[in-house]
Each structure stands twice: as C-alpha cells, then as structure tokens.
C-alpha cells in the first residue's frame, strides 16, 4: 500500500482526479459543538474521522454501482465485464476495510459546506445548539500540514459521476505502454477474452481512482448540503525509511460507546493569515448569552473574528 500511495497516487493525483474544487476568495461553513470548536480555535487543529467510520455507511456501495454502471456501457464483452468488476471490487474493498491495511495506514474525511446558516446542517451536526465557523479557503488550504490530501466539491450529479468515472479509465488506459494498449483492445471488444493477471497494473491504478471517487460521490438526494470535502491519507507505521514520508499517530475518541478512529490535521495561523472569518451561534443556542462568550472567549485568545447570531427564529 505504501508503495502504490507513493510511487502511483501522489504523481498522478491532479491527473486522475478533476474533482471540482474551491476557488481564492470563497468560503466553507463547519457545522459542530463547543468543545470541537474550543480545539479548532485554541490547538488550530481538527479531529479528522476515518472514512470508513463515517455517518452515512453506504457511501461506498453507491460510488461503486455507479463505476459498475460505467463499466457495463464501456465493456461489451460479459465474462470481461465480470472479471474487470470482480478484480475491481476486491481491490476497492481492501482500501475500504481490510484491517492490516487499516492499521497501518488509512483515508480520512473533513467536512464542510458551502451552506451558510443552514437549518438542515444546525438540526444534523449540532441538534440547532452548535456553531458555525466560516473558513477562508485559500487561508485554510495554505495552512494545512504538507501531507497527502485532497479536497473538492461532493458531487451529486450522476451524470457528472459517470463522466468522470469514464474519463479517468481511458486516461489510464491510454498510457503509452504496449500491454495497456493490448487490454485496451481487448476491454473494447466483443469477442476478445481477458485474464486477470492482465488487469494487474492498470487496476493498482483504476481502484486508487474509483477509492477516491468513492469520498467524493453522494445520492442526488443529500444535495441540500452542499458538502466540500478535504481527503488524507495517513501512514501510521512506515514500512521503509527512505518514502520520504511522516508517521501519523491514529487516535480515538467515543462515540455512544463505540471507539472512532482519528487523526489529528493541524492548521498553521501565521500573522495575516487566521483562516477563521465568522463563527455563528446556532439557532436554539441561548444565543445572546452564546455569542457574548464567544467573544469573551476570542478576546481571551487574543483572535479577532466577528461573531453573530444565527438568522434562523427557532427559539424551541
């Protein structure tokens, strides 16, 4: 794993992945409770989830129906079509869940919304009683450690999905290689059989892909939150010295009694560049007393960053 992430991931990524992503000037809204607020303002750092722990469990069973149906139109030839999919799903499987892997190293999700005082987004991360934080996206994305990571927009759109999906497998197997351009012909065609040892080193690639495409696809129906994802991936034991790489610890935390795994990404806050720009008190949060502390708290921590009440008249 460490090899593929390094030697196939890191070179490719902007290549592979045109995710959708924010702009300079634009803004992301983090939705969450008090204490999580105190460690993003006081430590400048966020508790990253593991993404196989996350809410909705069904995430990665939906990108792959997508990618399958991606494949079914490309791929003509049935028996192909299965052994490409089986291939394909086992390798997708192991990045999702294979615990050896796992507790080496592992992809972990942030997220956040362009959504500004959203009642859907108060009533799910913070039952209307948290905060809002507004982040300046370039200020944030140039404070964040230099480790491997992604961001981008969730993607909703199915279509949009797909076209991805398929733009990514034909970039790839339209590498200047002769056994690509072989299975390349053979994918293509209707009566041309394939082995599986054929898929080998196309589909070390394609699955990176279809993992990450995994993190950033969602059902139509979950449109209303507008989600922004940032992507990392963590070793936490490195198996050779000379990757270059850092180890990063894997921590837990509790969660109606069940243990979640975390890792810890920090934000650097230099003289001018406090990626903070807002925080919002949530709509059922005794707000006058709410935004009164919060500031206290900030002139405490010598930050300067305006705070307001939600626009939203939900008292009970």
Not at 36 to 48: E, N
Not at 65 to 85: G, S
Not at 211 to 229: A, G, L, N
Not at 244 to 254: D, N, T, V
Request: net charge positive; hydrophobic share 35%.
């Amino acid at each position: 794993m460490e090899r593929l992430m390094t030697d196939i991931f890191l070179k490719n990524k902007k290549e592979w992945l045109p995710i959708p992503k924010c702009r300079a000037g634009e803004r992301l809204y983090h939705y969450t409770d008090l204490s999580a607020l105190k460690g993003i303002v006081m430590d400048r750092s966020f508790w990253v989830t593991k993404s196989d722990f996350l809410n909705d469990k069904y995430e990665f069973y939906y990108a792959f129906k997508v990618i399958r149906k991606v494949c079914a139109k490309l791929i003509p030839n049935l028996q192909n079509r299965k052994i490409f999919m089986h291939v394909l799903k086992e390798q997708m499987e192991s990045f999702h869940g294979g615990m050896a892997d796992a507790i080496l190293s592992g992809w972990y999700i942030l997220s956040f919304s362009r959504a500004r005082d959203s009642l859907l987004l108060w009533t799910e991360f913070s039952q209307s009683q948290g905060y809002c934080l507004e982040f300046d996206y370039k200020r944030l994305t140039r404070g964040l450690f230099d480790g491997i990571w992604l961001d981008g927009y969730v993607i909703y759109d199915k279509k949009k999905q797909q076209e991805l999906v398929e733009s990514t497998l034909r970039r790839i197997l339209e590498k200047k290689d002769v056994n690509r351009r072989k299975l390349k012909e053979k994918l293509f065609s209707e009566d041309k059989p394939i082995a599986h040892r054929e898929l080998h080193g196309f589909m070390e690639e394609f699955s990176v892909c279809c993992f990450v495409y995994s993190m950033f696809f969602k059902k139509d129906c979950f449109r209303e939150e507008r989600e922004y994802r940032f992507v990392f991936w963590a070793f936490h034991e490195l198996l050779t010295k000379d990757s270059g790489l850092r180890a990063i610890p894997m921590h837990f935390r509790e969660k109606e009694q069940a243990l979640i795994p975390y890792i810890v990404v920090n934000y650097k806050e230099g003289e001018r560049n406090n990626p903070i720009r807002s925080i919002t008190a949530g709509p059922k949060n005794n707000s006058d007393l709410a935004v009164k502390g919060m500031k206290y708290f900030l002139r405490n921590e010598k930050i300067d960053t305006p705070v307001r009440e939600s626009k939203i008249p939900l008292r009970y």
